[in-house]
Nanobody
Framework: QVQLVESGGGLVQPGGSLRLSCAAS????????MGWYRQAPGKQRELVAD???????NYADSVNGRFTCSRDNAKNTVYLQMNSLKPEDTAIYYC?????????????????WGQGTQVTVSS
């Protein structure tokens, strides 16, 4: 199986910074896209940033210029550096990855989610 484990959330004042990490583990053959989504109370889950295996990174307009998504392919890890945080960034942040795993007999491609980490921006 495959697991995504996030870390780095917490409470921060407006204008502050946080860094989220997400490490993928298990019987991984190949990771394609890895990225971050978020869901605020009463709202739908939305894309924050994603990183393709080719190195392209896409950002939501609301975070462009403030957040930086990066990957360490050797560690199967994706990061989200969040600067100049605003109260409207408050949400549960979820890691997402498109992964092919090997079960001993077959290669199976699937979409995986982490458990989520809370980010709260408040004074």
């Amino acid at each position: 199986q495959v697991q995504l484990v996030e870390s780095g959330g917490g409470l921060v004042q407006p204008g502050g910074s946080l860094r989220l990490s997400c490490a993928a583990s298990g019987s991984i053959f190949k990771i394609y896209a890895m990225g971050w989504y978020r869901q605020a109370p009463g709202k739908q889950r939305e894309l924050v940033a994603d990183s393709t295996s080719g190195g392209s990174i896409n950002y939501a307009d609301s975070v462009n210029g403030r957040f930086t998504c990066s990957r360490d392919n050797a560690k199967n890890t994706v990061y989200l550096q969040m600067n100049s945080l605003k109260p409207e960034d408050t949400a549960i942040y979820y890691c997402n990855a498109d992964i092919t795993r090997y079960n001993g007999n077959y290669y199976i491609r699937g979409d995986y989610w982490g458990q989520g980490t809370q980010v709260t921006v408040s004074s």
